[in-house]
């Protein structure tokens, strides 16, 4: 007599365990309609809220893996939903607001500029999904894109809290524009902070530190945000660079 194989429904586990887990999917969904959201907003002219909704979807973006892991749910599905939404929020987001913004009146040269960021958004996923297995997981290869695309909201938010034009500044939205899209896709590494282990003891003064951190993100919040963005997507060519000197420089004997 053949076997008779058992019918795939949903009351079966081989099925039930291809299921898609909501906890983290829901971090991941809320980040691509923040992604969506600033995309509306900059088609509407409200760039500020459109600024503010990318740091709301890297917030949320940041949440979701960590939340995967804390309860067990990870899944490929997962992965791959959390790459398509980082491709809206911080690939196509960034790159439509800084267009509307101060691009748009560039002609050529604006379309292009968001484009050159688009594309390195897409390369830098695709090279972070396909080299993730054997990647150092203490760096990552290229600037990350939600700190690439808090790079570009944060110099949007800056100007309009400070009531600097659009018109006045749109080379240098240009060039940061140009700049995240090309460091993507370097070679440069970039720290990924994934070592830290919020469990072990620090030392008082790292509480300190902290504290006096957030005191100045409070106080004027854009500014600090830039600064520290800037100085990120800096970083991995400054280390870069001490590691050039140091093989160039003889050892002594």
């Not at 995967?68 to 196509?92: I, K």
């Amino acid at each position: 007599m053949p076997d008779i194989k058992p019918r795939k429904t949903l009351f079966n586990p081989e099925l039930r365990r291809r299921g898609i887990y909501v906890l983290p999917n829901l971090f991941t969904t809320a980040s691509l309609f923040c992604g969506f959201f600033a995309v509306v907003q900059a088609m509407k002219g409200n760039f500020e809220q459109a600024a503010v909704a990318i740091f709301v979807a890297m917030v949320l973006d940041g949440l979701d893996g960590r939340v995967a892991r804390l309860t067990r749910t990870q899944s490929a599905f997962g992965a791959e939903y959390d790459s398509l939404s980082d491709m809206v929020s911080f690939g196509a987001a960034p790159a439509l607001v800084m267009y509307e913004w101060a691009l748009k009146d560039m002609g050529r040269i604006g379309w292009i500029a968001a484009f050159i960021y688009c594309v390195g958004a897409a390369l830098r996923l695709a090279r972070f999904n396909t080299t993730l297995e054997v990647a150092d997981k203490r760096y990552f290869q290229g600037l990350p894109s939600p700190a690439a695309a808090a790079l570009v909201a944060g110099c949007v938010w800056v100007a309009i809290d400070n009531g600097i034009a659009a018109f006045d500044v749109r080379w240098i939205a240009c060039a940061v524009l140009i700049y995240a899209g090309c460091t993507m896709v370097t070679n440069v590494r970039f720290y990924s902070f994934k070592d830290i282990n919020l469990r072990r003891s620090v030392p008082f003064v790292a509480v300190v530190a902290m504290a006096f951190a957030m005191a100045i993100i409070a106080y004027d919040t854009p500014v600090a945000l830039l600064l520290l963005f800037v100085a990120y997507s800096l970083s991995g060519y400054v280390q870069a660079a001490i590691r050039l000197a140091r093989r160039k420089t003889p050892a002594r004997s």
